[in-house]
Structures are given as structure tokens and as C-alpha cells.
């Protein structure tokens, strides 16, 4: 880490150079002596990238960043704050620390927190940032973090770890036992130190293969962004046998929305034809699967078993996801929806249905936008259709 970044000069240069063309720049040089024109160019491009996902680090004075690669793997601000509630106690280790962004707010709900990194570098650029950000309770330690773990030797009230999502070939996996380090394969020593364990996943880990694969799963918390499924959070206890919680949330920047039910449980959805509002779920519910117990919770109509749009006479304005009002019903014939939608300019989704977006604009000509919402689906009969809707703003 280049000390020579914080000086007063390099980082006003920094700061005005946030809205400029990092190429052009990169071509110009340095300025400045002691520091590289390479080096600014990770100091500039990690602001900017902090600016919408690492608000707090953004907005401090003499943050260092690391290599863009370490800032892409990183949480997000809101989702660490999320998992930052989730338990609280004492202490607790964090055994895949990263650029620090979980750990540091780990440190708001424990008394003390030990971040982990193999990356000697990204270890010291975590150390330099907790001091900036007044982070007293981070305590960091370089090295393997199985091995850190075995040293120090003593009791957490949580262990925290985010498996590597990619194997010696640097494909995607699907399964824990394939990333790094094999939890599975640990599980057990991780319980010697800690009755709880809480396991970052990649959103695209199949939910039940992953419980198969662990034991003692107790909670499982699926975090959407901006409708966006980021992570898959499984908390583990110790001995734990009783019923699995899965916890949905979508995290919008005025409002979340939440819904929790029973991994397993057997619940009746009913069907009908669509009548006033259409309903569609967030993504977050989308990848629980729990289709069935929101057409039961809300006292909705599915549209078919594999449609996952619900509908009803009456407005359920809590309804974790978007609501709509039902316009018109048309039949999967171009003229007619030519003779409905003349702008040709409407918003439209796809619901178990053969044709894609893409080639429904193909061969509709209509374009992305506007106010009108149609919706590509099929209903209880097996009968294509298209529901043209509007917005409803809850």
C-alpha cells in the first residue's frame, strides 16, 4: 500500500478526477513523483464503484481501495448491514474478511470482530480503512483462515464465511463441496469454535441441494437489491433439528419488503381466470419458490400451477412485489395487440411462456418503456395470453 496516496495533493487529484474518462487519463501519466499513473487509476475507479455500493467508505477521507476484482467480490453496503442484524454478541470471526465491508459492520452488532484474509495486501488495505472509519472491535489476521482459526483457539459466538465461488478452472459451481474452502468437509471443525455458523452463498446455489449438503440449517435468508437476488445467507446452529425459517427480503431504497415461511411447508394455492390486479412477485420470493404459500398468506389466485403471477378482486397493498391493474386481456395475436398498444412502447415480462422478450419485440416492433406493462403468460386453461396492465403505486 502506497502511503504517498493519502497526501493532501493526490487525493484532491483523485477527487476531481472521478468524472473523467479513465483511459484518457491513464494515457496522460502521473503527476505526481512517488505515485503511478496505475495506482491512481485503482484509487479513482474504486471511489467511483463505492459511490452507489460502499456509500460510507465513498464519503470518508483517505479510504485506500483495493484491485478492482476484490471491490466486485465485496458485499454491498445494504446487504451488510442486513446481515449486521441478523445475530449479536461478543465476538465473532470472519473467516473470508475480503475488502472488510461485512466485517466492518459486523463490528456494530459485536463487541469484538476478527477479520481473516490470505491476501497480505488487501489484510493491511482492511487495517488502514478500520482506522479511517474509527472501527476499534476489528481486529485483523493474515493468513489461512482455517489455520487462524485452529491458532487462536477459542470460543466465537459466530463464525462468518463466504465460500470461494469458483473451482481450479475458474467455472461457476453449484455446490458447496466444490468451492473453497469445502464446507462441507469442515463443517465439523468449524463447530469445535462456534454454535453458530453464517454461510454466504452465491444466488445461484439450488436452496435444497445446499441443505442436503449441510447440517443443521435453521434459518435461511434470501437478500434481493433492488430486486436483484444478491445472496443466499444460511445460518447454522449447532445440534439444531427443528424446522428450517426461509426469510425473503428485497431491499429497496425507501422501503423492504419481507416474507418469511416454513422450507417444506404444504400449502394450497387456488387458481382462476385474471380479474382486477395482477400480482408478481419479487425475486427473492421467485428464488424461495414459495408460489404456494403467498396465492395462501395473501389470498391470491394463481394463474396456472406454473404461472407465478397472482391476481384478485381486491387490492392487496402489501403484496411483496409489483402490483398492477388489469387493463385488457388479448389473445397472443399481433394485430390485435398492433390495434391495442399504436405507440408500439410498453414494458413486458415474460411468465411461463414459450417466446422471450427478445423476440417478442423482434416480432412485435414494440419498444422498451413507457406506462403500459404487458404481460406474456399462460392461464389455468394452458392458454396463451397477454395482460396489459398499469402501475400501481402502493
Same mark, same amino acid.
Given at each position: 500500500?502506497?502511503?504517498?496516496?493519502?497526501?493532501?495533493?493526490?487525493?484532491?487529484?483523485?477527487?476531481?478526477?472521478?468524472?473523467?474518462?479513465?483511459?484518457?487519463?491513464?494515457?496522460?501519466?502521473?503527476?505526481?513523483?512517488?505515485?503511478?499513473?496505475?495506482?491512481?487509476?485503482?484509487?479513482?475507479?474504486?471511489?467511483?464503484?463505492?459511490?452507489?455500493?460502499?456509500?460510507?467508505?465513498?464519503?470518508?477521507?483517505?479510504?485506500?481501495?483495493?484491485?478492482?476484482?476484490?471491490?466486485?467480490?465485496?458485499?454491498?453496503?445494504?446487504?451488510? %448491514?442486513?446481515?449486521?442484524?441478523?445475530?449479536?454478541?461478543?465476538?465473532?470471526?470472519?473467516?473470508?474478511?475480503?475488502?472488510?465491508?461485512?466485517?466492518?459492520?459486523?463490528?456494530?452488532?459485536?463487541?469484538?470482530?476478527?477479520?481473516?484474509? %490470505?491476501?497480505?495486501?488487501?489484510?493491511?488495505?482492511?487495517?488502514?480503512?478500520?482506522?479511517?472509519?474509527?472501527?476499534?472491535?476489528?481486529?485483523?489476521?493474515?493468513?489461512?483462515?482455517?489455520?487462524?482459526?485452529?491458532?487462536?483457539?477459542?470460543?466465537?459466538?459466530?463464525?462468518?464465511?463466504?465460500?470461494?465461488?469458483?473451482?481450479?478452472? @475458474?467455472?461457476?459451481?453449484?455446490?458447496?463441496?466444490?468451492?473453497?474452502?469445502?464446507?462441507?468437509?469442515?463443517?465439523?471443525?468449524?463447530?469445535?469454535?462456534?454454535?453458530?455458523?453464517?454461510?454466504?452463498?452465491?444466488?445461484?446455489?439450488? %436452496?435444497?441441494?445446499?441443505?442436503?449438503?449441510?447440517?443443521?440449517?435453521?434459518?435461511?435468508?434470501?437478500?434481493?437489491?433492488?430486486?436483484?437476488?444478491?445472496?443466499?445467507?444460511?445460518?447454522?446452529?449447532?445440534?439444531?433439528?427443528?424446522?428450517?425459517?426461509?426469510?425473503?427480503?428485497?431491499?429497496?431504497?425507501?422501503?423492504?419488503?419481507?416474507?418469511?415461511?416454513?422450507?417444506?411447508?404444504?400449502?394450497?394455492?387456488?387458481?382462476?381466470?385474471?380479474?382486477?390486479?395482477?400480482?408478481?412477485?419479487?425475486?427473492?420470493?421467485? #428464488?424461495?419458490?414459495?408460489?404456494?404459500?403467498?396465492?395462501? @398468506?395473501?389470498?391470491?389466485?394463481?394463474?396456472?400451477?406454473?404461472?407465478?403471477?397472482?391476481?384478485?378482486?381486491?387490492?392487496?397493498?402489501?403484496?411483496?412485489?409489483?402490483?398492477?391493474?388489469?387493463?385488457?386481456?388479448?389473445?397472443?395475436?399481433?394485430?390485435?395487440?398492433?390495434?391495442?398498444?399504436?405507440?408500439?412502447?410498453?414494458?413486458?415480462?415474460?411468465?411461463?411462456?414459450?417466446?422471450?422478450?427478445?423476440?417478442?419485440?423482434? #416480432?412485435?416492433?414494440?419498444?422498451?418503456?413507457?406506462?403500459?406493462?404487458?404481460?406474456?403468460?399462460?392461464?389455468?386453461?394452458?392458454?396463451?395470453?397477454?395482460?396489459?396492465?398499469?402501475?400501481?403505486?402502493?
Amino acid at each position: 500500500m502506497n502511503t504517498a496516496i493519502f497526501h493532501s495533493d493526490v487525493q484532491k487529484f483523485i477527487q476531481e478526477s472521478l468524472n473523467s474518462d479513465l483511459t484518457k487519463l491513464v494515457l496522460k501519466g502521473s503527476p505526481f513523483k512517488n505515485v503511478s499513473i496505475q495506482e491512481l487509476a485503482q484509487q479513482i475507479e474504486g471511489k467511483q464503484k463505492a459511490l452507489q455500493k460502499l456509500r460510507l467508505w465513498h464519503d470518508s477521507k483517505n479510504i485506500f481501495y483495493p484491485k478492482k476484482i476484490n471491490l466486485e467480490q465485496t458485499s454491498s453496503e445494504a446487504t451488510a %448491514i442486513y446481515k449486521s442484524n441478523i445475530l449479536s454478541g461478543t465476538s465473532m470471526i470472519d473467516l473470508s474478511g475480503g475488502f472488510g465491508i461485512d466485517s466492518t459492520y459486523f463490528s456494530t452488532s459485536f463487541k469484538q470482530v476478527h477479520h481473516c484474509e %490470505i491476501n497480505e495486501q488487501l489484510s493491511d488495505i482492511v487495517q488502514h480503512n478500520a482506522k479511517i472509519l474509527q472501527t476499534k472491535n476489528l481486529t485483523t489476521h493474515k493468513g489461512n483462515s482455517l489455520d487462524i482459526l485452529r491458532k487462536l483457539d477459542r470460543n466465537f459466538d459466530c463464525i462468518y464465511i463466504d465460500p470461494s465461488r469458483r473451482n481450479d478452472k @475458474k467455472g461457476k459451481v453449484f455446490l458447496l463441496k466444490d468451492c473453497l474452502p469445502n464446507l462441507p468437509e469442515n463443517i465439523d471443525f468449524l463447530f469445535k469454535y462456534s454454535n453458530k455458523i453464517l454461510v454466504k452463498n452465491s444466488p445461484i446455489l439450488d %436452496i435444497t441441494s445446499t441443505i442436503n449438503e449441510l447440517n443443521f440449517v435453521k434459518e435461511i435468508h434470501i437478500v434481493a437489491l433492488q430486486n436483484e437476488v444478491k445472496e443466499l445467507i444460511f445460518l447454522l446452529e449447532k445440534k439444531y433439528t427443528g424446522d428450517i425459517e426461509i426469510k425473503t427480503v428485497n431491499l429497496l431504497k425507501t422501503t423492504t419488503q419481507t416474507f418469511n415461511f416454513q422450507y417444506g411447508s404444504l400449502k394450497e394455492a387456488s387458481y382462476n381466470f385474471p380479474k382486477r390486479y395482477l400480482y408478481e412477485p419479487n425475486a427473492a420470493i421467485l #428464488k424461495s419458490g414459495a408460489f404456494q404459500e403467498v396465492s395462501f @398468506k395473501y389470498k391470491l389466485d394463481k394463474l396456472h400451477l406454473h404461472t407465478h403471477l397472482y391476481t384478485s378482486d381486491k387490492l392487496s397493498e402489501k403484496f411483496p412485489g409489483r402490483i398492477f391493474k388489469i387493463e385488457a386481456i388479448l389473445n397472443y395475436d399481433q394485430k390485435k395487440l398492433a390495434a391495442y398498444l399504436p405507440e408500439k412502447k410498453a414494458n413486458i415480462t415474460v411468465r411461463n411462456f414459450p417466446d422471450s422478450v427478445s423476440n417478442i419485440r423482434k #416480432k412485435t416492433k414494440i419498444k422498451d418503456g413507457g406506462n403500459h406493462y404487458l404481460f406474456f403468460t399462460t392461464n389455468k386453461e394452458n392458454r396463451k395470453i397477454i395482460i396489459a396492465c398499469s402501475k400501481v403505486i402502493c
